[in-house]
């Protein structure tokens, strides 16, 4: 289900996600200097480059995925401990003298 919530099969609020505008920059290099760069090399080096840049691709996938989940799991803790928790913080206080 994780996957599949990550991989936009779920989508429990449709919206948009913005990036900064130093971020979108750093897209469009990255963009424009790949097609740059897969335009120019030919033979045996556009084939190492394009294995370069989807190997990158999945690991960066990959990364993205494990930390998704690593938050997934962080929110689904604090939800279990403020809703399912039998114990208050400080019973001290709540008891009567």
Same mark, same amino acid.
């Given at each position: 289900? +994780?996957?599949?919530?990550? #991989?936009?099969?779920?989508?429990? &609020?449709? *919206? @948009?996600?913005?990036?900064?505008?130093?971020?979108?920059?750093?897209? &469009?290099?990255?963009?424009? #200097? %790949? =097609?740059?760069?897969?335009?120019?090399?030919?033979? %045996?080096?556009?084939? *190492?480059?394009?294995? #370069?840049?989807?190997?990158?691709?999945?690991?960066? $996938?990959?990364?993205?995925?494990? @930390?998704?989940?690593? $938050?997934? +799991?962080?929110?689904?803790?604090?939800? &279990?401990?403020?809703?399912?928790?039998?114990?208050?913080?400080?019973?001290?206080?709540? +008891? =009567?003298?």
């Amino acid at each position: 289900m +994780r996957k599949s919530l990550f #991989y936009g099969n779920i989508d429990p &609020q449709a *919206k @948009s996600a913005t990036h900064n505008a130093a971020v979108q920059k750093e897209m &469009q290099t990255l963009s424009d #200097y %790949e =097609e740059e760069m897969t335009n120019q090399l030919t033979g %045996e080096d556009k084939k *190492k480059f394009l294995a #370069y840049v989807n190997a990158w691709g999945v690991v960066n $996938g990959e990364g993205n995925l494990d @930390s998704f989940i690593v $938050g997934f +799991r962080l929110g689904a803790a604090f939800m &279990q401990d403020t809703f399912l928790s039998g114990s208050a913080p400080y019973t001290d206080f709540l +008891r =009567e003298e």
